[in-house]
């Protein structure tokens, strides 16, 4: 992507997971790049929304280095063969579920959060309160606490979870996502097309109201198992309260396959659940 004139958050997209799908930069350094790549497109944003009120109002905290895209040049070039932005390029739904995945991905967890909280406070359009985060999005950081989880002892006489190791993919991190992903509601009929996780032949043909995969609920259910270090009692009650979720309407599609089911039962996961309330935590 060299001409400035052919630069479009499309285009930044398709660049954007290329990068991340043939990289060979370690970790650190794949984070400092998508950082550095997301706050420049992040500066591009908060000043047109900036030059959009008639009071003009200083640019806020998440940008105001207004030196942020000088600084990054090196990044955009390394990631997108530019040295800098046009203004007019700024993030969308897709490149907020890109950026989130590639910080995870390289085990930045708070740089992944970072950036989904300034998803969910971004309108995609002017009369909107902003964009709510995808199914896809809590998938790509519980494959994160599967890969980079600590676990976590529960202490009986307190009923808490202790949590020894300063990593931020601890089960109180998890809990907290899960709780967002259990609020989860359909927005629409379908997935927008812009959703650039899917393959395109898929976009316009997955519904907004399937449940999970049965791939998606292994990676959840290798995330509980990390950071709870195989709690069954733990597992059995977070297990209850997603089928419960997902096999209610307005979902549809829920499905355990012979994988998942070997998982189950590996976890000692009765896959005929009682309710949520009636499993309690402690062993």
């Known amino acids: 992507m060299t001409e400035l004139g052919m630069c479009s958050t499309h285009a930044v997209n398709t660049v954007l997971q290329a990068y991340m799908q043939s990289t060979t930069d370690e970790a650190p350094t794949r984070?400092?790049?998508?950082?550095?790549?997301?706050?420049?497109?992040?500066?591009n944003a908060l000043c047109t929304a900036r030059d959009a009120l008639s009071s003009h109002p200083p640019v806020t905290?998440?940008?105001?280095?207004?030196?942020?895209?000088?600084?990054?040049?090196?990044?955009?070039?390394?990631?997108?063969?530019?040295?800098?932005?046009?203004?007019?390029?700024?993030?969308?739904?897709?490149?907020?579920a890109l950026v989130v995945r590639g910080l995870a991905e390289a085990g930045d967890l708070d740089g992944a959060l970072h950036v989904m909280h300034d998803m969910v406070v971004t309108p995609e359009h002017p009369d909107d309160l902003g964009m709510k985060p995808t199914m896809d999005i809590y998938h790509t950081l519980f494959?994160?606490?599967?890969?980079?989880?600590?676990?976590?002892?529960?202490?009986?006489?307190?009923?808490t979870?202790?949590?020894?190791?300063?990593?931020?993919?601890?089960?109180?991190?998890?809990?907290?996502?899960?709780?967002?992903?259990?609020?989860?509601?359909?927005?629409?009929?379908?997935?927008?097309?812009?959703?650039?996780s899917l393959s395109p032949s898929s976009q316009l043909k997955m519904p907004a109201t399937l449940a999970p995969s049965p791939r998606a609920l292994a990676s959840l259910l290798a995330a509980l198992r990390k950071v709870s270090r195989s709690h069954r009692r733990y597992m059995t009650r977070q297990w209850a309260r997603i089928a419960?979720?997902?096999?209610?309407?307005?979902?549809h599609g829920w499905r355990i396959d012979r994988s998942l089911q070997r998982t189950l039962s590996m976890l000692g996961i009765p896959t005929a659940q009682r309710s949520p309330q009636d499993e309690e935590v402690g062993a």
Request: charged share 15%; hydrophobic share 45%; net charge negative.
């Open 31 to 43: 984070s400092t790049h998508l950082r550095h790549v997301y706050e420049a497109l992040r500066f």
């Open 61 to 96: 905290a998440a940008a105001a280095s207004a030196t942020a895209a000088a600084e990054s040049a090196l990044s955009l070039g390394q990631v997108l063969g530019i040295d800098a932005l046009p203004r007019t390029i700024v993030p969308d739904r897709a490149t907020y």
């Open 143 to 159: 494959q994160g606490f599967a890969h980079f989880g600590v676990g976590a002892q529960y202490r009986t006489a307190t009923q």
């Open 161 to 196: 979870w202790s949590v020894s190791d300063t990593s931020p993919w601890n089960i109180h991190a998890l809990e907290q996502l899960l709780e967002g992903y259990l609020r989860l509601e359909p927005t629409s009929r379908f997935l927008p097309a812009s959703d650039e």
């Open 244 to 251: 419960a979720k997902f096999q209610a309407p307005p979902w």
